[in-house]
C-alpha cells in the first residue's frame, strides 16, 4: 500500500474512532438536588455520542434514614419521585419525550457481606436496569451514567447478579487523595446516601466501573452571574436551566460560582481526551479489585463545549 493510502486509512480509523457512539445509555439521576444535574442531562442528550435508551431517578434522602427506613422530621422522602418529575420536564423540553423516565427506590439498600438479611430495592429503575442489561448480545455493554446514590444499579445487581458482567457503569462520588492513594469520601454527599449501594459495586467483581471522585469533577465551576446572562433570551431547555439558575441557593453562593461535578463526568465519558483515568485498589472492606479514577480533566475545554450549545 502506498503512503499516502495508508495514511488515509489511519485517518479515516482515527476519526470513526473519535465519532463512535457509546450505545444503549441510561442516565441515573438525583436530578432534584441541585442545579449540575440539570445540566449535565442536557449534556448528555446534546451530545452526538451518546445513544440515550432511558432516564432513572435517584433517591437523595437515604444519609437521613435508618435502618428502621424512617426519616428524621421535616427532611425530604420523595426525592426520587421529585427527580423523576423533572426528569419528565427535562425530556419534554429537549423534545425526546419518547425517552423512558422510570422513578427509583426512595429508600437505601441494606448491604452486609454474607448476611441473610440483605435488602434491594425493586423500583421501575432496578426493573428497567435489568430487562435493558438482558437484552443485550453477549459482546454488548449497558453503559449506565450515574450523578447520586447508586441504589437503583445496586439493587438491581442484587436481585440480577448476573448483569453485572454486562454493564459499565460511571458514577460520580466518593473522594480520593491521590498523593496516599486512600478513598477518604464516605461523608461525600452521593455516597453518604447509600454506602451499602457502594460496597455491592465494589464487591461485584465483574462489574466495570468508572468512578470520578468530587475532588475532581469539583474542578469544572461556572460563574453563575455570567452563564445567567448567556441563557437571557433562550427558550425551552436554556429558559429552564436560567430560571432554575435564578434561584439564590445556586445563584447566591459566597464566590459567586456553582461547581459543576456532574457535568464534568458526562464529558470525561464523550470526551476521554479530556479526562485521565488511573487503575486503582477499592476501598478497604470491600472485595479486592481494581477500579477505574478519574484523575484529572480538561475543565476549560469542558465549559467551553457545554456553553457551544447556547450560542
Not at 489511519?10 to 463512535?20: C, G, K, N
Not at 430495592?121 to 442489561?133: G, L, P, T, V
Not at 469544572?220 to 425551552?236: D, M, N, T, Y
Amino acid at each position: 500500500m502506498k503512503k499516502t493510502g495508508l495514511l488515509l486509512l489511519i485517518a479515516l480509523s482515527l476519526s470513526t474512532v473519535m465519532s463512535a457512539q457509546i450505545r444503549n445509555v441510561i442516565i441515573d439521576a438525583d436530578t432534584d438536588n441541585e442545579l449540575d444535574d440539570l445540566l449535565a442531562i442536557t449534556a448528555a442528550f446534546k451530545s452526538e455520542k451518546l445513544e440515550i435508551i432511558g432516564l432513572t431517578a435517584a433517591q437523595w434522602d437515604g444519609r437521613n434514614q435508618t435502618e428502621e427506613e424512617k426519616h428524621q422530621p421535616c427532611l425530604n422522602n420523595n426525592s426520587a419521585y421529585t427527580s423523576w418529575l423533572l426528569n419528565v420536564i427535562i425530556l419534554q423540553l429537549l423534545d425526546r419525550d419518547e425517552i423512558p423516565a422510570l422513578k427509583g427506590s426512595e429508600k437505601k439498600i441494606y448491604y452486609k457481606r454474607g448476611s441473610e438479611n440483605n435488602k434491594s430495592r425493586q423500583s421501575e429503575a432496578s426493573d428497567f436496569i435489568i430487562e435493558k442489561a438482558l437484552e443485550l448480545p453477549e459482546n454488548e455493554k449497558l453503559t449506565i451514567i450515574s450523578t447520586g446514590a447508586v441504589t437503583n444499579v445496586a439493587s438491581a445487581i442484587m436481585m440480577c447478579p448476573e448483569i453485572a458482567k454486562k454493564i459499565s457503569l460511571y458514577w460520580l462520588g466518593q473522594t480520593y487523595d491521590f498523593d496516599n492513594n486512600l478513598w477518604t469520601g464516605e461523608g461525600e454527599f452521593n455516597i453518604a446516601n447509600d454506602l451499602d449501594a457502594f460496597d455491592v459495586l465494589c464487591d461485584a467483581k465483574e462489574l466495570e466501573f468508572h468512578i470520578i471522585p468530587n475532588n475532581v469533577s469539583g474542578k469544572l465551576r461556572f460563574h453563575s452571574k455570567s452563564s445567567i446572562a448567556r441563557l437571557e433570551g433562550e427558550k425551552g431547555i436554556g429558559a429552564f436551566i436560567r430560571e432554575r439558575w435564578r434561584d439564590p441557593h445556586y445563584s447566591g453562593t459566597q464566590d459567586g460560582y456553582w461547581t459543576m461535578w456532574d457535568v464534568a463526568l458526562i464529558y470525561a465519558i464523550t470526551n476521554p481526551e479530556w479526562a485521565n483515568e488511573k487503575m486503582v485498589d477499592t476501598p478497604t472492606g470491600t472485595v479486592k479489585r481494581k477500579v477505574s479514577v478519574y484523575t484529572d480533566i480538561d475543565e476549560k475545554k469542558m465549559e467551553e463545549e457545554f456553553w457551544s450549545y447556547f450560542k
